[in-house]
């Protein structure tokens, strides 16, 4: 079993900046993919970005240049560090990994963007 936690969600302002965290509760390396999802009200939960076992970071086209997915080995954290958020980036995130064909979720942390 897998446990994740995130943790630094809450309420900034437009153009603010806000680095999210996710506690992983075993080494990153065992996991395939490393990611971040969002889930807006009413709509359906998207990729954000991913940081697989090889291979290049991958974005989203509304996180291109504003956001950056990093990692910690040491301390088995995932973060996402966000920059000029907007109204539209208001979401729960999620963290996820990958262990063979197994996705484990965490609980969601909620960002908030309104002035």
């Known amino acids: 079993q897998v446990q994740l936690v995130e943790s630094g969600g809450g309420l900034v302002p437009p153009g603010g900046s806000l680095r999210l965290s996710c506690s992983v509760s075993?080494?990153?390396?065992?996991?395939?993919?490393l990611e971040w999802h969002r889930q807006a009200p009413g709509k359906q939960r998207e990729l954000v970005a991913s940081?697989?076992?090889?291979?290049?970071?991958i974005y989203a086209d509304f996180a291109k240049d504003r956001f950056l997915i990093s990692r910690d080995t040491t301390q088995n954290t995932v973060d996402l560090s966000m920059r000029d958020l907007q109204p539209e980036d208001t979401a729960v995130y999620y963290c996820?990994?990958?262990?063979?064909?197994?996705?484990?979720w965490g609980q969601g942390t909620q960002v908030t963007v309104s002035t």
């Open positions: 940081f697989p076992r090889y291979g290049s970071r």
């Open positions: 996820a990994v990958r262990l063979g064909t197994t996705d484990y």
């Open positions: 075993r080494s990153l390396y065992s996991f395939e993919m």
